[in-house]
């Protein structure tokens, strides 16, 4: 039974992994394969969930004493999109959040989408998925000077929408913070 109250909001602004589609065990997946090393979710979740600026360079220099950490990220990137194009078919959207979507849509709301990834990666999701189309507005990487955790992508929201409700969907603590930085 849908209990929302729509009319607090004017915009619903989404985070993208593990928010919008369940892809965050791909990440893990692609971390491990790129470090070639054996660790569990659970602290792949807790080194790489952080609300530090550059916390995953911090990371792969401390942790895993990787000093050329760009290529590496890049490596795990390209590795991460090759994985999900692969996978397409297990790919799927969080329970309950097409009828979300569609609710907000059929309540005359809309929806934003607000991604460290890159605008590729949103398209090939938005093909999986065609609701992902209706949003508003979405926001990727390649938008951004500063990236999540840092609130630039979540100001740029209120810049391109002033005066209007909204209200955020997170799903780690690194973006819980962040949200709530913005005023």
């Known amino acids: 039974m849908d209990t929302m109250d729509y009319s607090k909001y004017d915009i619903f602004?989404?985070?993208?992994?593990?928010?919008?589609?369940?892809?965050?065990?791909?990440h893990y997946i692609c971390w491990k394969n790129t470090l070639n090393t054996d660790f569990t979710y659970?602290?792949?979740?807790s080194k790489f969930h952080s609300n530090e600026e550059n916390n995953i360079p911090h990371v792969l220099t401390n942790v895993f004493n990787i000093q050329d950490y760009k290529d590496v990220i890049e490596q795990k990137k390209r590795r991460y999109l090759n994985y999900v194009q692969e996978n397409k078919d297990n790919i799927k959207l969080i329970d309950g959040?097409?009828?979300?979507?569609?609710?907000?849509?059929?309540?005359?709301k809309r929806f934003v989408i607000v991604s460290n990834s890159p605008k590729s990666q949103i398209d090939f999701y938005c093909?999986?998925?065609?609701?992902?189309k209706k949003s508003s507005k979405m926001y990727y990487s390649e938008m951004f000077q500063n990236k999540k955790p840092n609130a630039e992508c979540y100001?740029?929201?209120l810049r391109d929408f002033p005066n209007e409700k909204m209200v955020g969907f997170e799903d780690s603590i690194t973006g819980i913070?962040?949200?709530?930085q913005i005023k």
């Not at 093909?127 to 992902?132: K, S």
């Open 155 to 157: 100001m740029n929201v």
């Open 177 to 180: 913070h962040y949200m709530t």
């Open 42 to 45: 659970e602290y792949f979740i």
């Open 97 to 108: 959040l097409n009828e979300f979507l569609t609710q907000i849509i059929l309540k005359n």
């Open 13 to 26: 602004i989404f985070d993208l992994d593990d928010t919008i589609i369940q892809t965050e065990y791909y």
């Open 127 to 132: 093909e999986l998925f065609p609701i992902l």
